[in-house]
């Protein structure tokens, strides 16, 4: 078994992945796109408490760019890691350098989560890092259901899945009910992340533009309504924390959820 590095060293480990994913960047969008990177200290903080995948493969899906999968190499250099998203297009195109420069191995797959193309019982472990919420933008909470569904399936009997996203922890319950998953765990932690007007202001906006690319609307005009509804939201939110707090934090703390596959 491969000795798992410190915590120093997966954040050395995140500012050099961090300094490459950012290259060429101005100063603003540095800071903006930087936060995929270890997202304020939370991706670190969730490994850290996930029970090691070391006993069969590991499957992390709608994995996105790769970031928590690479977070899940460094603190378990020894796990089996299958990443599976609907596209690797676009943005997502990055992944398998993202993983390269974090020196992660991963096995990549290309499917829909709500149709996963594994066997009953194929993983030993799961998770599942912000990908929930697109599915939710992108096919409401009946894709999310369907989404957990699938993990449960292919999980084998005392399986472990961990689920992390912004949702509240009795949401998160709701979605899991009738399933055959226990929660055996729950948490939340905040970003480490402080931002004043000039950053906060461009992130409301691509942030806008990240919630139509994960709309998935065909339609122009429906796709600017959705764009406008979005920033206006955080808009709104964005002035309430500049006014409370002085600063903002782009996402609320994100809540953990362990659940084991009881058949």
């Not at 670190?44 to 590991?58: E, L, S």
Request: charged residues 25%; contains cysteine.
């Amino acid at each position: 078994m491969s000795d798992r590095p410190d915590e120093a060293t997966i954040i050395e480990r995140e500012d050099h992945l961090r300094a490459w994913f950012t290259r060429g960047a101005d100063p603003i969008l540095e800071i903006i796109d930087g936060l995929d990177i270890g997202w304020g200290g939370v991706q670190r903080w969730a490994t850290g408490r996930m029970p090691p995948p070391t006993v069969g493969p590991h499957l992390d899906f709608a994995c996105g760019y790769g970031t928590f999968l690479a977070q899940l190499g460094w603190r378990f250099p020894e796990a089996h890691l299958v990443g599976l998203n609907i596209d690797y297009q676009g943005p997502h195109a990055l992944i398998r350098d993202l993983l390269d420069q974090g020196g992660v191995d991963a096995e990549l797959v290309q499917a829909d989560a709500r149709r996963m193309p594994f066997a009953d019982g194929a993983f030993a472990s799961a998770s599942c890092f912000l990908g929930l919420q697109d599915i939710e933008i992108g096919f409401g909470q009946a894709g999310v259901r369907t989404t957990l569904a699938e993990a449960a399936r292919v999980l084998h009997l005392g399986g472990v899945l961990t689920l992390l996203d912004e949702f509240p922890c009795d949401q998160f319950d709701r979605l899991l009910e009738g399933l055959p998953l226990l929660v055996v765990k729950h948490d939340e932690h905040p970003l480490d992340v402080r931002w004043g007007r000039q950053v906060a202001e461009r992130a409301s906006a691509l942030y806008a533009e990240g919630w139509v690319a994960q709309a998935r609307v065909d339609d122009l005009a429906a796709q600017q309504q959705v764009y406008r509804e979005a920033h206006a939201h955080m808009r709104e939110q964005m002035e309430e924390q500049l006014q409370e707090k002085g600063y903002y934090v782009p996402f609320e703390p994100i809540r953990l959820v362990i659940a084991r596959e009881i058949g």
